[in-house]
């Protein structure tokens, strides 16, 4: 049984070659883009904005059915009280957005 479902398989990806490797062909591309509101938030009440320092890690999930990628940034605050922020973005690259927003204690 299992020798005719391959042989199946086969005959189809020969016959069907062209078929097969337009459809494999695609590949996504995302644009997950760090929310600006953030650097809003973590700014001070004069106006100045938070600036984002360096993307300190990236990680990426492999779960189903969505792929999620996990980006730890550093953010420099104006706030006295703030100064250097370490926060790490939870996004779902399927859907194309936040998840989750994590602070970390450096």
Avoid: W
């Avoid at 059915?65 to 980006?71: E, F, G, R």
Wanted: proline residues 4%; aromatic residues 6%.
């Amino acid at each position: 049984m299992e020798q005719v479902i391959e042989e199946s398989e086969q005959l189809y990806f020969l016959e069907n070659k062209q078929a097969v490797a337009k459809r494999q062909a695609v590949e996504l591309k995302q644009n997950l883009k760090f929310p600006p509101e953030i650097l809003t938030l973590l700014g001070d009440s004069e106006g100045r904005l938070a600036s984002l320092q360096s993307i300190s890690a990236l990680h990426m999930f492999e779960t189903m059915p969505q792929s999620k990628c996990a980006v730890a940034y550093e953010i420099v605050s104006p706030r006295e009280d703030l100064d250097i922020v370490n926060l790490i973005i939870v996004y779902s690259i399927t859907a194309n957005q936040v998840l989750r927003i994590l602070r970390v204690e450096s």
